[in-house]
């Protein structure tokens, strides 16, 4: 009951990462996510490794504490089932580009019809207006749209590639899950509901240019775009006698102290690159290189008592394997073993943070397809007729 969006109940119609991830973020905070799908399921339920089908690894993590409730929208029956949750809920959350929707019947206004306090949220690819507008969105077209295989190749790849992670749709999800809450926060006050739409390539170009505008952040431009430092192809993990390490040598502090443990103690008084963070921006290409030259002299743990010994930030470079075994990780008991009621048990990860007003609601599994679709048509007064017809009881 004390759960920060304990009342809050939202419609979710959505797929894949982006969506998901934006509902299960809200629902972690105790939110009632009614996640509808089609009778073939969301298509993360395919992407394996699975015990058993259509319980796959994404899916299971991007759908814990969620209802689901299966409805065929392209049927009356369907549709109708879902125009009563519809009026029953805060919010409609949606990744289905609005031309589909449209042609199912389902649009902003039939909603707020029957619902005027209702928060409309749309993640759509590309906003309205543009040359792209109503064209399909994925992660590695944005990634491409927004520069990051240029990046990858400025800092050091042979050849443009993707990053290998929904880094879009993760931050997108993120974005979305914001502005929901603040509609819903404006319509606490107003009393009056609202369509918004998030577009994912805008969302992203503003979270990459961000980083990247540079020069042409002046009209005219007086320099080119991009951010020095972090376009520096020596930028990188060093390579040490038996690993490599992260560190961040960035500050005046930072600086200081890795002379003195280098055998350098007057260097930063008497080399201009490096005693302003300006200069060191300049120069950060060959900066970098002599550190990498540095620490090739020396073993993993070498560096990374020294660097903690100074207060220098410093970090071992993990593999998936050791990222998931960290010991930090263990410390805080990020990961929790959970036993899945179809699945056995399964490792999942905590939600960030604490509370000192009490703790996030725990989480529920991730559930079957169609799971919850009688308990949740009747919680909203769905005519018993029409529950059975919908859910084949």
């Not at 909603?111 to 969105?137: D, R």
Request: net charge negative.
């Amino acid at each position: 009951m004390n759960a920060p969006l304990h009342g809050l109940r939202i419609l979710d119609l959505t797929t894949v990462v982006m969506g998901p991830y934006a509902t299960q973020v809200l629902a972690d905070y105790g939110a009632d996510v009614i996640k509808v799908e089609t009778p073939s399921g969301d298509t993360t339920r395919q992407i394996p490794p699975m015990r058993n089908p259509g319980m796959g690894t994404t899916f299971l993590h991007l759908n814990r504490s969620k209802r689901s409730v299966v409805l065929d929208l392209k049927s009356p029956d369907g549709l109708e089932a879902f125009l009563a949750l519809a009026t029953g809920c805060d919010a409609f959350v949606t990744n289905v580009r609005p031309a589909g929707l449209s042609r199912l019947g389902v649009d902003y206004e039939a909603l707020a019809e029957h619902n005027p306090g209702l928060i409309w949220l749309g993640m759509t690819g590309f906003g309205e207006g543009g040359s792209y507008s109503g064209k399909p969105a994925y992660d590695d077209l944005i990634q491409s749209l927004t520069a990051v295989p240029d990046m990858l190749v400025r800092t050091g790849s042979d050849h443009p590639h993707f990053v290998p992670l929904a880094f879009n749709d993760r931050a997108v999800g993120l974005y979305s899950a914001i502005a929901l809450l603040a509609a819903v926060h404006q319509r606490n006050l107003t009393g009056v509901g609202q369509r918004i739409e998030i577009p994912m390539y805008e969302t992203m170009a503003q979270f990459v240019l961000g980083d990247h505008m540079g020069g042409h952040t002046f009209e005219p431009p007086i320099g080119p775009p991009g951010y020095q430092r972090t376009l520096n192809p020596e930028r990188r993990p060093y390579r040490t006698e038996d690993g490599y390490v992260s560190a961040i040598i960035y500050t005046d502090g930072h600086w200081r102290s890795f002379f003195e443990i280098t055998g350098q103690p007057d260097r930063f008084d008497t080399d201009p690159r490096v005693q302003s963070l300006l200069s060191r921006t300049e120069n950060s290409e060959i900066l970098y290189r002599e550190v990498g030259e540095t620490l090739a002299q020396g073993t993993m743990q070498h560096w990374l008592t020294l660097f903690a010994k100074y207060d220098i930030p410093a970090a071992p470079v993990h593999t998936l394997e050791t990222a998931i075994y960290d010991q930090h990780l263990t410390d805080v008991g990020f990961f929790r073993t959970v036993e899945h009621p179809t699945e056995g048990q399964v490792r999942q990860m905590a939600t960030p943070g604490t509370w000192s007003g009490g703790s996030l609601p725990e989480p529920t599994p991730a559930p079957a397809l169609g799971q919850h679709t009688a308990e949740v048509l009747r919680e909203f007064g769905v005519d018993d007729d029409l529950v059975r017809r919908v859910a084949g009881e």
